[in-house]
């Protein structure tokens, strides 16, 4: 042990001295390899600091070995710095076929730039949404339908990338679904995770579309293991079902010149084919059939007769309502009680002589 000590020390401190020092210095090329080589040192973490690191240290052996080729003259020199540039370049070949691998197409990238990215959703939380559409663009050919009302069933859920499909029901339009919305939305908050059912509308192409859809087992189990995603599903689901009911909204105000509630149940039905189709002429002749006709001459010489001391005041006058036809759509629930009092708004009735919802809806 002793033995071995003293070799060591006879290295370290009794090794060979320098007899004479160079006067000129190294040149250029050595130089600079080092500070290439220091830059290289001084990267950071991530993959994009591996970039930098890398490519500085690659770029910093490669002058060394040019500098132990036309300097140094030294075969070790060359070799060692030979391989260690090998292996900088190789690592960086590595990282480029990571990021090309983990690169989103192009629809993708534009739909997490347009609806994600205002949202501070991080990248890698966005790559597993898309990882669960199984990263596929389906589409959909001029007047194709994607939903058939009461066949369809209701095991996915889709967002439209571009193009437009027309919404309707009993062939009677309701409204039209933009790019960067949800095309069953509705359909989706209707069930639970465990009930079937089938789509209450068609959904038909107006232009060439795209869209991609999740298959509903698989998002279900993706938003029961991630909570962050279920928030941010349920929130960018809640808003388009809202703006699905405001635009049903403006197509009421524009068939009846009244904003109404969207809070009404069965909204949507209201939109529904009703009976009285010919339009103000059909309602110009209900209002004169609920005038009473008078005989002639009653009309021209009405009876005056003495008021008398202490009466009554007299009732107002009661309007009867028409009974309604039977519809397709509506029946007998609420949206036929809707409808029948939109008709008596040029009436004495408004919607604000009901004290609650509840005495509005009987």
């Not at 071995?4 to 320098?18: A, E, R, Y």
Request: charged share 20%.
């Amino acid at each position: 042990m002793s033995a071995n000590s003293s070799t060591m020390s006879q290295l370290i401190w009794q090794g060979p001295v320098c007899v004479g020092w160079k006067r000129d210095l190294e040149g250029a090329v050595y130089h600079l390899a080092n500070c290439f080589l220091l830059l290289g040192f001084m990267g950071g973490s991530g993959v994009y600091g591996c970039f930098y690191l890398f490519g500085f240290l690659g770029t910093g052996y490669v002058c060394c070995v040019m500098w132990g080729w036309l300097d140094a003259c030294g075969l070790d020199l060359i070799l060692w710095s030979f391989l260690l540039a090998t292996a900088c370049l190789l690592q960086l070949a590595y990282l480029i076929h990571r990021l090309r691998r983990r690169a989103l197409p192009e629809e993708f990238d534009v739909l997490y730039k347009t609806l994600y990215l205002p949202l501070q959703v991080p990248l890698q939380v966005y790559k597993e949404i898309v990882h669960c559409c199984e990263e596929q663009v389906l589409t959909l050919a001029t007047e194709q339908t994607y939903a058939v009302e009461g066949e369809t069933p209701i095991n996915r859920l889709s967002l439209l990338l571009s193009g437009r499909v027309r919404v309707s029901q009993d062939g009677q339009f309701l409204h039209y679904i933009f790019p960067y919305q949800f095309m069953d939305s509705p359909e989706w908050e209707s069930l639970q995770p465990s009930e079937e059912g089938v789509f209450q509308v068609t959904l038909t192409a107006e232009t060439p579309c795209s869209y991609i859809s999740w298959p509903r087992k698989s998002l279900h189990l993706l938003l029961t293991k991630e909570r962050y995603i279920s928030q941010l599903f349920s929130a960018l689901l809640g808003y388009d079902i809202s703006e699905k009911l405001y635009a049903l909204n403006d197509k009421l105000f524009a068939k009846f010149g009244l904003r109404f509630d969207i809070r009404l149940p069965s909204l949507y039905h209201v939109l529904g084919p009703s009976a009285s189709d010919t339009g103000p002429e059909s309602e110009k002749d209900d209002e004169e059939a609920r005038e009473p006709t008078l005989p002639t001459s009653a009309q021209q010489t009405p009876p005056c007769s003495p008021l008398p001391t202490a009466t009554s005041p007299p009732a107002p006058p009661s309007w009867a309502r028409l009974s309604r036809p039977d519809s397709g759509i509506l029946g007998e629930d609420s949206t036929s009680l809707v409808l029948e009092d939109f008709e008596e708004v040029s009436g004495s009735e408004s919607f604000m002589d009901y004290r609650s919802d509840g005495e509005y809806m009987r």
